[in-house]
T-cell receptor, first 114, second 113 residues
Framework: DTEVTQTPKHLVMGMTNKKSLKCEQH?????MYWYKQKAKKPPELMFV???????INESVPSRFSPECPNSSLLNLHLHALQPEDSALYLC?????????????FGDGTRLSIL | QKEVEQDPGPLSVPEGAIVSLNCTYS??????FMWYRQYSRKGPELLMY????GNKEDGRFTAQVDKSSKYISLFIRDSQPSDSATYLC?????????????FGKGTLLTVNP
């Protein structure tokens, strides 16, 4: 079992729906990340939170809205998504937000947009 | 030229074989090197984490970094069917606050019983 927990594991939603993905870690890590992964591709960075503040937004469309309520929790709010947004959404965490620290991933939420 | 090149395979080997997985890179600023294993429908799992040149061994796994050639390898000894997965190399620079990992495309490995 991973130490980064993501819920739900699967999500199917229509293009007009609003839903949220949740990520939780209890390793005391202060940096948390959202990635998007398409089939047979490596993960692509979307957002980085460091000490609960948004540090990086990789030019992600506004239909994706991240939130970090506290140091253990990370949410990704979804609204008006497109079929091309169907992918595996991965959460990761690291001790702090430095690139020399390994990131630990959850098992992801598999999202399908109808 | 991509920053990180990794042969996507697929690679198929018999059980017990020694497996060699490789990545080359072009950015000489990369100092930290990671190997992740990703099973189907799971997230990437950190296997090995190494700093700069040298070798690191953990059980059946050995990570090797050759900075002069900009080449990293992961060796799996006595491979098992449970090693069947996609292996991703990842690397980062000297630890500034840019957070970014640069991934290879991943190599799909199948170990046949």
């Amino acid at each position: 079992d991973t130490e980064v927990t993501q819920t739900p594991k699967h999500l199917v939603m229509g293009m007009t729906n609003k839903k949220s993905l949740k990520c939780e870690q209890h390793m005391g890590h202060r940096a948390m990340y959202w990635y998007k992964q398409k089939a047979k591709k490596p993960p692509e960075l979307m957002f980085v939170y460091s000490y609960e503040k948004l540090s990086i937004n990789e030019s992600v469309p506004s239909r994706f809205s991240p939130e970090c309520p506290n140091s253990s929790l990370l949410n990704l709010h979804l609204h008006a998504l497109q079929p091309e947004d169907s992918a595996l959404y991965l959460c990761a965490s690291s001790q702090q937000g430095f690139s020399n620290q390994p990131q630990h991933f959850g098992d992801g939420t598999r999202l399908s947009i109808l | 030229q991509k920053e990180v090149e990794q042969d996507p395979g697929p690679l198929s080997v018999p059980e017990g074989a020694i497996v060699s997985l490789n990545c080359t890179y072009s950015n000489s600023a990369f100092q930290y090197f990671m190997w992740y294993r990703q099973y189907s429908r799971k997230g990437p799992e950190l296997l090995m984490y190494t700093y700069s040149s040298g070798n690191k061994e953990d059980g059946r796994f050995t990570a090797q970094v050759d900075k002069s050639s900009k080449y990293i390898s992961l060796f799996i000894r006595d491979s098992q069917p449970s090693d069947s997965a996609t292996y991703l190399c990842a690397m980062s620079d000297s630890g500034g606050s840019n957070y970014k990992l640069t991934f290879g495309k991943g190599t799909l490995l199948t170990v046949n019983p």
